[in-house]
Every structure is written in structure tokens, then in C-alpha cells.
């Protein structure tokens, strides 16, 4: 399953050409899938735009035990509110994070920011890993 705030068309023809299954999914509302469907959701661009903790527990309840959440910001600092409640659910529910870095074109974020570069363009990703198993509603 991919998130993302820039699921235009042409975007969707180019993940179906590639034999994905595409579905847009609004963040803001009940994903239409059952409990534990997927193995990886994806998201990109999306926490900038009012990413909630709605949003973050949905993507819990369509995610397989084990399954994986790959998340993808163009600015962690522009998206910190989103990113901050991910990394902090993530957290209490005892994802692992298997990896984050940012990118800069090759280049690393957050030295060229020290250095006082201007910084037109970064990512900043984040992998984490459901454990085996899920937490009962209470």
C-alpha cells in the first residue's frame, strides 16, 4: 500500500505499468481494507499536510505483524509535528527501527544546515518494523 499527498495519474499509471496494485487512500479517513493486509505500507510527502494520529493507527491496523512502514518526508523539520507523533506511537507500540537517514542530492542534511548551506531539496526516510505480534483494542 502507498501513501502518498502526490498520487497524480500519471504517477498511478507508472506503479501499475510496474505490476503494483495502485489504491489512493484518503489519510483523513478509514483505509477500505480489512485488518492486516499488507506487508509494507509506504508512505511519501504526506506528514507536511496534517498527518494524524487517525493516520498512523490506520496504517497500524492494515499492517500485517511483522510488516514494515517505510515513511518519506521532503523536510523532517517542515514535518516535524507528523514525525514527531510517528516516531513517539511507533515507540509505545514497540516497532523496531531498522533504518533513517537524510539525503541532500548525495549529501548529508544535516551538515550542510550546521555549515549554514543553503538547502534546497532533502528527504528524510525512516523504516520501522511491526513486531510479531499486535496489541488488543482496550
Known sequence: MLITGTLTPPFMQLIAARGFPT????????????????????????YHSGFTRHAIMEMYRVLRPGGYLIHTVWDKMASLRGTLLLESLAAKMN???????????????????????????????????????????R
Open 23 to 46: 489504491v489512493a487512500v484518503d489519510i483523513y479517513s478509514f483505509f477500505p481494507f480489512g485488518e492486516s493486509t499488507f506487508d509494507v505500507v509506504h508512505t511519501s510527502w504526506v
Open 95 to 137: 516497532w523496531k527501527l531498522l533504518a533513517h537517514y537524510e539525503t541532500m542530492k548525495g549529501h548529508n542534511v544535516t551538515k550542510a544546515r550546521l555549515r549554514g548551506d543553503k538547502v534546497p531539496y532533502d528527504c528524510y526516510k525512516t523504516v520501522y518494523q511491526m513486531p510479531s505480534y499486535k496489541y488488543s483494542k
